[in-house]
């Protein structure tokens, strides 16, 4: 049987990357006319939706240049359309776009009600091309060929529910089955083809223990060539749940059963149980890989030594992530690449990435149309500028008009521009424009509050798993109260002394945080441990309240009631 998936699976990657070849040719030929290509985007949007509540509200018709565009319509944020998307979700047409779509992607919702994002049929195709077709041809051209007849540990996952007016709602994935002929079961097919886990994995039912199914199917795979996720912070957690429970993962594998301590639905179990068999020799490989335990053995290498590649936000923001995985679990010298992948959201594709183990991504200019508004000049809009104006070394937020019905929306996506390959530009992730702490106007990123964490950990021999802090408004003037996380119970520390360092990796951070301490705007920062394995605890809470795993990120900015009382309520004693 597994000749045979290995057969299908490779007949199945040359297919794929053969169109993903021509696509990934095309696409760099097309890089030199970016702006051009950029701004017919635009035009296209325009004249496709003219005849939409909001195209005649502001004039789409007669709108014939950018500048045009932007004297005519608003820059706007998710609030301005949200009474517009929950109209569409329940049936209304022709509202904000023209273009047809029966699905409305959600985000995780883990603040607020989530968001609605249509996706119709044109933004279908931009997740087909540049999510798909292009990074496998950008794999296979970085990649061993080898790649091609092993199937990757795919930890993606999602539901949709579908509303009394037809139209779903939740992730893409889960509808895939309705665009295959064959249903559920063909759809499961093709899935296990590419990847290790089955259709019960990546559609979950609420409440089943769905890390215990992808670990598990992962495990029975002694090929796999690559690992895909969504957060390197979510692969990080899988890791950690195969390391803590391998005993049980691998007594199933060997008698082909699922423990009853695995919370499943009677009718997941069952269906599972029909796609698994004793496995003793498999079972015997991995016993011999942790016979001394997990603590210590860089076991991703020895469990999957065909390992080629991984795919998933591991740059920037979750760098940390990233060093966990390469420092505790995967042995460096294996010669796997990381392809970390570009800015995406609900809302849309805005970049690839075109080589392994740089965080560097091109912006596409097919995808949406973009303009970009310097960071420093905060809701100025007039200083917004096009593609072809920016500057290398400069920090912007995306604003995208976008397939789905978005016009001249803020992502809150930050972005350095580092370079151009061709004519589009190169970009890092830099941080959340909304995700900052902001006391007295310091403007303290994400990326500065990991930066100064990270090394102050390296410096004082703290293993950091995680991390969170939060700006406590409750005192005069305010204070940040870091909440460090480490893999193992720490007792005994200098408390003074971390607060020291931290203190002084801050002040390099952020020089505005150091003068609004210095001026005693801002109260010296406090510093605290968490449990081991809080952040693991907080993502199980907000799945089992009905999160999706894969949308779920690091709460590195406490933002809300919920999480701070989580959170403060998980200190080491």
């Given at each position: 049987m597994a000749e045979n998936i290995n057969n299908a699976t490779y007949i199945t990657h040359v297919s794929s990357v053969s169109s993903g070849s021509s696509a990934l040719m095309l696409f760099e030929q097309s890089l030199?006319?970016?702006?051009?290509?950029?701004?017919?985007?635009?035009?296209?949007?325009?004249?496709?939706?003219?005849?939409?509540?909001?195209?005649r509200k502001y004039g789409f018709s007669d709108i014939h240049s950018v500048e045009e565009y932007r004297r005519r319509v608003p820059v706007i944020i998710?609030?301005?359309?949200?009474?517009?998307?929950?109209?569409?979700?329940?049936?209304?047409?022709?509202?904000?776009?023209?273009?047809?779509?029966?699905?409305?992607n959600t985000t995780s919702g883990t603040v607020g009600n989530p968001k609605l994002v249509p996706l119709t049929q044109q933004q279908a195709q931009v997740y087909q091309i540049y999510n798909f077709?292009?990074?496998?041809?950008?794999?296979?051209?970085?990649?061993?060929?080898?790649?091609?007849?092993?199937?990757?540990?795919?930890?993606?996952?999602?539901?949709?529910?579908?509303?009394?007016?037809?139209?779903?709602?939740?992730?893409?994935?889960?509808?895939?089955?309705?665009?295959?002929?064959?249903?559920?079961?063909?759809?499961?097919?093709?899935?296990?083809?590419?990847?290790?886990?089955?259709?019960?994995?990546t559609n979950p039912v609420p409440g089943d223990n769905n890390k215990y199914v992808h670990a598990r199917f992962a495990l029975m795979d002694g090929h796999i060539s690559g690992i895909i996720?969504?957060?390197?912070?979510?692969?990080?957690?899988?890791?950690?749940?195969?390391?803590?429970?391998?005993?049980?993962?691998?007594?199933?594998?060997?008698?082909?059963?699922?423990?009853?301590?695995?919370?499943?639905?009677?009718?997941?179990?069952?269906?599972?149980?029909?796609?698994?068999?004793?496995?003793?020799?498999?079972?015997?490989?991995?016993?011999?890989?942790?016979?001394?335990?997990?603590?210590g053995v860089k076991w991703v290498s020895l469990v999957w030594p065909d390992l080629k590649y991984i795919s998933g936000v591991g740059a920037d923001g979750f760098s940390m992530y990233d060093r966990i995985i390469k420092e505790n679990y995967l042995d460096v010298s294996s010669g796997v690449k990381h392809f970390y992948s570009g800015i995406?959201?609900?809302?849309?594709?805005?970049?690839?990435?075109?080589?392994?183990?740089?965080?560097?991504?091109?912006?596409?200019?097919?995808?949406?149309?973009?303009?970009?508004?310097?960071?420093?000049?905060g809701d100025d809009f007039s200083r917004i500028v096009s593609m072809d104006q920016l500057e290398v070394g400069r920090v912007y937020e995306i604003i995208v008009t976008n397939m789905c019905g978005f016009y001249r929306y803020r992502t809150s996506d930050a972005v350095k521009v580092t370079g151009f390959m061709g004519r589009s530009p190169l970009v890092q992730f830099m941080y959340r424009v909304n995700k900052t702490i902001n006391l007295v106007a310091e403007k303290t990123t994400e990326k500065a509050l990991q930066w100064a964490i990270e090394n102050t950990c390296n410096e004082?021999?703290?293993?950091?798993?995680?991390?969170?802090?939060?700006?406590d408004p409750a005192e005069t003037p305010g204070q940040y109260v870091f909440l460090i996380e480490?893999?193992?119970?720490?007792?005994?520390?200098?408390?003074?002394?971390?607060?020291?360092?931290?203190?002084?990796?801050?002040?390099?951070?952020?020089?505005?945080?150091?003068?609004?301490?210095?001026?005693?705007?801002?109260?010296?920062?406090?510093?605290?441990?968490?449990?081991?394995?809080t952040s693991l605890l907080y993502r199980d809470m907000m799945t089992y309240k009905g999160a999706s795993q894969s949308q779920l990120k690091p709460v590195h900015i406490i933002s809300n009631e919920l999480q701070r009382k989580f959170f403060f309520?998980?200190?080491?004693d």
């Open positions: 030199d006319q970016a702006p051009e290509i950029n701004r017919n985007v635009l035009f296209r949007i325009l004249n496709d939706n003219k005849d939409t509540e909001y195209g998710y609030d301005n359309i949200a009474e517009s998307l929950e109209r569409m979700r329940d049936g209304a047409k022709n509202v904000l776009t023209s273009y047809a779509f029966n699905h409305m077709m292009i990074p496998q041809a950008v794999i296979n051209r970085n990649v061993d060929e080898q790649w091609m007849y092993g199937r990757a540990f795919c930890t993606a996952e999602g539901s949709a529910k579908t509303m009394e007016s037809g139209i779903s709602v939740g992730c893409a994935s889960s509808k895939m089955a309705e665009y295959i002929k064959g249903g559920v079961s063909a759809a499961d097919t093709i899935l296990r083809t590419l990847y290790t886990s089955p259709w019960e994995a996720t969504g957060f390197y912070s979510h692969l990080v957690l899988y890791f950690k749940y195969i390391s803590d429970n391998y005993e049980l993962l691998i007594g199933d594998i060997e008698k082909g059963t699922i423990s009853t301590d695995i919370e499943l639905s009677d009718s997941v179990r069952q269906s599972l149980l029909a796609k698994i068999d004793p496995m003793p020799e498999r079972a015997a490989q991995l016993r011999e890989i942790f016979r001394n335990g997990s603590e995406a959201a609900s809302e849309g594709l805005w970049s690839v990435v075109m080589k392994p183990d740089c965080p560097d991504s091109v912006m596409i200019p097919q995808s949406a149309f973009f303009e970009f508004q310097p960071v420093e000049e004082l021999g703290i293993d950091l798993a995680d991390f969170s802090v939060y700006a480490p893999r193992n119970t720490v007792s005994g520390f200098d408390m003074k002394l971390l607060e020291s360092v931290l203190t002084r990796y801050m002040y390099q951070a952020n020089p505005s945080y150091e003068r609004a301490v210095q001026k005693e705007r801002i109260m010296p920062l406090k510093a605290m441990f968490l449990q081991p394995e309520s998980l200190l080491q």
